[in-house]
């Protein structure tokens, strides 16, 4: 049976169990029970379209760039096309589109590059809502360049930045913000055009952490206005690879350290060495994939397909989220962080089981095939804020393939704990 429920006015979208055939990771089972995936925060799930498209250009097209034989003319196009196919995904132009490891380690790239201009007593505002890939890379300035962090507080009772207190952040000062579009523990969706608006109004670089945003949000890099944002294919549905836009002036004013003959031109110039050239393939092929859930017979231009697609798989998730934090909110001792459902916010709960450490309650349910992960997803401070450092959290986040009888096999392995099951 179906669970689509995208409402009346959703437009269509594939049906979740044609979507969900797209995974063969879906047919693993745990004993008796099929394996229910909740790590999507942590890593997605990999259709077979992504992995077909990554063994077609290693067994087939695979080489270095800019020679003169056809599988080097054929890998430079590739890498073209997939330049074409994130900027579709985010909203950009192909020629800011840049590719790495990881968002951590284009992070660290292009947090240096800025860094190299700071001048001591410099700020830099960061947020207690973020992961701490974009933290780290920060407090390295501070230490390295005698720059200032400001941080923007949590406001542990809503899970969201505290009210008003980013303007008063600002100063002459702020050279630089980064700011996470969406919290990968609370799930929290932040107002990030509004303030990068008012940072750049201040001058400052704008960096915007979309990694837990982009699987769930159209990502929009021009209605956002930000600098530079950072997101990773892994968690949409993607392989390993870390993608970057940056705005093209703002590229071509950085300080990147690089090795002589490499690009000094945008957006090659963010990139370092050889790249993952399989991985960016396959990057491609997670953003036609979801292009593709907009139906076969929707031919538009694939920006407006992933807009088609983006708006359903919402209206999908709201319902999931509904159901997740309504179950969950009903067991004695379960409590969940973060902004209720129907807010500005993605389809990841955080919750914590009285009494048991997340650790626990996540060996407690993969044996129930219900896969979910545990700790502090590195959202160190919101950790430290909410007082859960030592237990943490437990975290399920639903994806494209999440159905509502995953949703509720998961509460029910939740309460089977609390009800003293073994
Ligand atoms: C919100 C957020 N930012 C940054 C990262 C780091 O991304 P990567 O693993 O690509 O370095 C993660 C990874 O979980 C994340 O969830």
Known sequence: MSTLTTGMSAPAVADVDVIRAHFPALTRREG?????????????????????????????HNANTHWAYPTSAETDALLAAAREALADFLGADAGEIAFGA?????????????????????????????????VAPWQALARERGAVLRWLPLDVHTGRHE???FARLLSPRTKVVALGAASNMLGTVSDVAAMVQQARAHGAITVVDAVHYAPHHLTDVRAIGCD?????????????????????????????PRLEPAPDWVPECLETGTQNHEG???????????AGLAGPADTGPRRERLARTFAALHARGESLLARLWTGLGAIEGVTCYGPPPGTARTPTVSFRVEGHASEQVARFLAPRGVYVSHGDFYATTIARRLGVVEEGLVRAGCSCYTTHDEVDRLVVGVQALVQGAH
Do not use: W
């Not at 947090?111 to 701490?132: K, M, N, S, W, Y």
């Not at 950072?230 to 990147?256: I, M, N, Q």
């Not at 960016?280 to 979801?290: Q, S, T």
């Open 280 to 290: 960016i393939v396959g990057a491609a092929a997670a953003v036609d994939f979801l």
């Open 102 to 134: 990881n968002m951590t380690t284009l992070l660290f790239h292009v947090a240096r590059a800025i860094g190299r201009g700071l001048e001591p007593g410099d700020e830099i505002i960061v947020t207690e809502l973020d992961h701490h890939a974009n």
């Open 32 to 60: 008796a029970h099929p394996v229910a995936y909740f790590d999507g925060p942590g890593g997605t799930q990999v259709p077979r379209v992504v992995a077909e498209a990554m063994t077609d250009y290693l067994l087939h």
């Open 163 to 165: 009210a008003g207190a």
């Open 228 to 256: 530079f944002l950072l997101c990773s294919a892994y968690k949409f549905y993607g392989p390993h690879v870390g993608v970057v836009y940056g705005r093209a002036e703002a590229t071509a004013a950085l300080d990147l």
